[in-house]
């Protein structure tokens, strides 16, 4: 069965630098989350959308910013990037079934490295 | 606001042991949806099951056990006759009818010796 797909795998970036990350959810899923997992700890919900719309926000830094375009992959830019962005970013992706949001599944994630 | 609380932080047995992870969830919301994921060395969030809180039904997949009380708020996990391969963190997580964001616990980091 087709998964989450994350782009790219690895990433290397220097201080104050801009990165993206993106990710293709799975075939007729149209909600997706993003995921911030650091050294050691669990993974921190980002943001999410839902039909190309935000539906929902968490502890996501304003140098932050994502989208969710037509075809429903989803984009996470990262501006003026810091050292302690360095982390395990993950995509995931649901279906919502009326008003009841199906199990997410979980890209293979992107590591980011700030130097 | 919900928390989920993975007391265990690392487990150390050796194969063909069975191996509980304990998982003790807070809410005040009556519908909720509990999950556990396994994240082996390689770095992939893996899911595992999920429970609904209107479900106490304990469940069994091979090796793998749940056990749901939502008297103690808990949902652990056994593995039975473990093996090299179960070596992995697992997450608890816990999500919200109408915020569907995951809310995970701390992790268990563990690891099964030959």
């Known amino acids: 069965a087709a998964g989450v797909i994350q782009s790219p795998r690895h990433l290397i970036k220097e201080k104050r630098e801009t990165a993206t990350l993106k990710c293709y959810p799975i075939?007729?899923?149209?909600?997706v989350y993003w995921y911030q997992q650091g050294p050691g700890q669990d993974p921190q919900f980002l943001i999410s959308?839902?039909?190309?719309?935000?539906?929902d926000k968490g502890s996501i830094p304003d140098r932050f910013s994502a989208q969710q375009f037509s075809d429903y992959h989803s984009e996470l830019n990262m501006s003026s990037l810091e050292l302690g962005d360095s982390a395990l970013y993950f995509c995931?992706?649901?279906?919502?079934?009326?008003?009841?949001?199906?199990?997410?599944?979980f890209g293979p994630g992107t590591r980011l490295l700030v130097l | 606001a919900q928390k989920v609380t993975q007391a265990q932080t690392e487990i150390s047995v050796v194969e063909k042991e069975d191996v509980t992870l304990d998982c003790v969830y807070e809410?005040?919301?009556?519908?909720?949806?509990l999950f556990w994921y396994k994240q082996p060395p390689s770095g992939e969030l893996v899911f595992l099951i999920r429970?609904?809180?209107?479900?106490?039904q304990n469940e069994i997949s091979g090796r793998y056990s749940w056990n749901f009380q939502k008297s103690t708020s808990s949902f652990n996990f056994t593995i039975t006759a473990s093996q090299v391969v179960d070596s992995a963190v697992y997450f608890c997580?816990?999500?919200?009818?109408?915020?569907?964001?995951?809310?995970f616990g701390q992790g268990t980091r563990l690891t099964i010796n030959p």
């Open positions: 809410t005040r919301d009556t519908t909720y949806y």
């Open positions: 995931a992706s649901s279906k919502l079934q009326g008003v009841y949001q199906e199990t997410q599944y």
């Open positions: 997580a816990l999500s919200v009818w109408g915020a569907q964001k995951l809310v």
């Open positions: 959308f839902y039909e190309k719309m935000q539906s």
């Open positions: 075939p007729r899923h149209d909600t």
């Open positions: 429970r609904n809180s209107f479900d106490e």
